[in-house]
């Protein structure tokens, strides 16, 4: 692995857990419920549930210019996601089959992975129906529609985003047990937490980052450790949902995860397999 940027100034702090590489484990029960649409596809929210989502996304948007890609921005000007009140699905699905294909699916709070790599394979993005409490705003151990909607979405209307994201479903619902472990932390260095080279500097693209204001503000510090982005490496590298990321992989372009769709990147992480694992950047979880 090839370093980029600063060395790191110390061991990593925790952070809030917002983001899961796989929602998505069923057996996990959760204390929030999703919303269900009436007869009309409607939605109703709380006017709590609203100020939630308004203080949310009112925050974020102070920390991503200047942070996020040029495609992730792009991306939130085609959504033009309301700042009052939550969205309704199906006006983040009518953008996303127009510029890519995609849609938004509505899913229970925590989903299986056959259903999670079979929506992601069918260029559906799973989205919980629910908004984190007030009382949650800033420690979350699921994704709520505001990290799957504001984090997510705005870089599906990329093309090569998107069509990795289905590549990536794709691998997965044929995948076992072992092999999904490994293809995880492609998809956790690259959809979740990835970053991307410009010609204005380093930017971010991965929502997990784009939904957090603390990781926006880490990801592009002197703390982290940044390499450039190789496939074999990512899939190598161990990570923790529970701390800020002590390492992230950088792409030249967005064009790396279009050339990752015409490769055999079950090959790939058969290789990482009998590589092994990289020895971790973090501590062990019961001694952080």
């Given at each position: 692995?090839r370093?980029i940027?600063?060395a790191?100034s110390g061991?990593?702090g925790?952070?809030?857990?917002?983001?899961?590489?796989?929602?998505?484990d069923?057996?996990?029960?959760?204390?929030?419920?999703?919303?269900?649409?009436?007869?009309?596809?409607?939605?109703?929210?709380?006017?709590?549930?609203?100020?939630?989502?308004?203080r949310?996304?009112e925050?974020?948007?102070k920390?991503?210019?200047?942070?996020?890609?040029d495609?992730?921005?792009?991306?939130?000007?085609?959504?033009?996601l309301?700042?009052?009140?939550?969205?309704?699905?199906?006006?983040v699905?009518?953008?996303?089959?127009?510029?890519?294909?995609w849609?938004?699916?509505?899913?229970?709070?925590?989903?299986?992975?056959?259903?999670?790599?079979g929506?992601?394979?069918?260029?559906?993005?799973p989205?919980?129906?629910?908004?984190?409490?007030?009382?949650e705003?800033d420690?979350?151990?699921?994704?709520?529609?505001?990290?799957e909607i504001f984090?997510?979405?705005?870089m599906?209307?990329?093309?090569?985003?998107?069509?990795f994201?289905?590549?990536?479903?794709?691998?997965?619902?044929?995948?076992?047990?072992?092999?999904?472990?490994?293809?995880a932390?492609?998809?956790?260095?690259?959809?979740?937490?990835?970053?991307?080279?410009?010609?204005?500097?380093?930017?971010?693209y991965?929502?997990?980052?784009?939904s957090s204001p603390k990781?926006?503000l880490?990801?592009?510090?002197?703390?982290p450790?940044?390499?450039?982005?190789?496939?074999?490496?990512?899939l190598?590298?161990?990570?923790?949902?529970?701390?800020?990321q002590?390492?992230?992989?950088?792409?030249?372009?967005?064009?790396?995860?279009q050339?990752?769709?015409?490769?055999?990147?079950?090959?790939q992480?058969h290789?990482?397999m009998?590589?092994g694992?990289?020895?971790p950047?973090?501590p062990p979880?019961?001694?952080?």
């Open positions: 692995m370093r940027g600063p790191p061991r990593p925790r952070r809030p857990r917002e983001h899961r590489v796989m929602k998505k069923a057996k996990k029960p959760s204390k929030y419920v999703a919303r269900q649409p009436d007869e009309q596809g409607f939605i109703q929210y709380s006017d709590i549930e609203h100020q939630t989502w308004q949310l996304i925050r974020q948007l920390v991503v210019p200047g942070r996020a890609c495609e992730y921005l792009h991306g939130l000007e085609l959504l033009d309301p700042h009052d009140r939550i969205p309704q699905l199906e006006e699905s009518s953008v996303l089959r127009r510029e890519t294909g849609e938004v699916a509505r899913v229970p709070a925590l989903i299986g992975f056959e259903t999670f790599f929506l992601l394979a069918d260029r559906k993005f989205v919980a129906t629910f908004i984190r409490t007030p009382e705003f420690y979350l151990q699921e994704p709520d529609i505001f990290h984090g997510h979405c705005a599906l209307t990329n093309p090569a985003f998107a069509n994201t289905q590549k990536y479903g794709q691998l997965g619902l044929n995948a076992t047990p072992k092999e999904r472990a490994y293809l932390r492609l998809y956790w260095f690259t959809v979740e937490f990835g970053l991307i080279n410009t010609a204005d500097g380093l930017r971010i991965g929502g997990g980052i784009l990781e926006t880490y990801a592009l510090g002197h703390e450790e940044r390499y450039d982005f190789d496939a074999l490496d990512a190598r590298t161990p990570y923790r949902i529970d701390i800020v002590p390492i992230y992989y950088v792409l030249n372009d967005l064009q790396q995860l050339e990752l769709t015409e490769i055999d990147l079950m090959a992480a290789k990482a009998e590589l694992l990289f020895e950047r973090f979880k019961d001694a952080a």
